[in-house]
């Protein structure tokens, strides 16, 4: 049962359920108690050795009591991302929105589309020589 907790040693588990433990990472076995030597990761102050006994251990995870987590926060190996706007996906072609307004005042205009409250101030203006709004010549 040694080998099987050998190529895991570093692996990293957490508890689903609301606990001050963010994390704990496997660290090693103890064969004659059947114990898993893992280092508890608090959400507040510093990491403490811990060890669960292999049978609730297993329970835990069958149960979904703990899950896997392979990087429970970035450490600097892989690059951050930020998504700001989550309507807006990725994986997604962007479809191009057909513009409702094409005077020479409305290409710079937010309302070209159509799509606000101050359509109708757009419609009214778009055909003007001078926009009141950029002041175009």
Request: charge should be negative.
């Given at each position: 049962m ?6 895991i040693i570093g ?10 433990i ?12 059947k ?17 669960i ?21 970035n ?8 998504i ?40 009214s ?5 001078r ?7």
């Open positions: 040694e080998n099987d907790y050998s190529n692996r990293k588990f957490k508890p689903s359920f609301s606990s001050n963010d994390y704990f990472e496997i660290r090693g076995y103890d064969e004659k108690r114990m898993v030597l893992t280092i508890a990761h608090p959400k507040e102050g510093s990491p403490f050795d811990d060890e006994e292999e049978q609730y251990l297993v329970a835990a995870f069958e149960n979904g009591d703990y899950r896997v987590c392979d990087r429970p926060f450490d600097g190996q892989e690059p951050t991302y930020v700001t706007n989550p309507r807006e996906y990725l994986d997604y072609p962007r479809v191009e929105r057909k513009v409702a307004f094409d005077g020479p005042c409305c290409a710079r205009c937010i309302h070209r589309f159509g799509r606000t409250s101050n359509s109708e101030w757009c419609k203006h778009f055909q003007s020589e926009c009141y709004r950029f002041k175009l010549k």
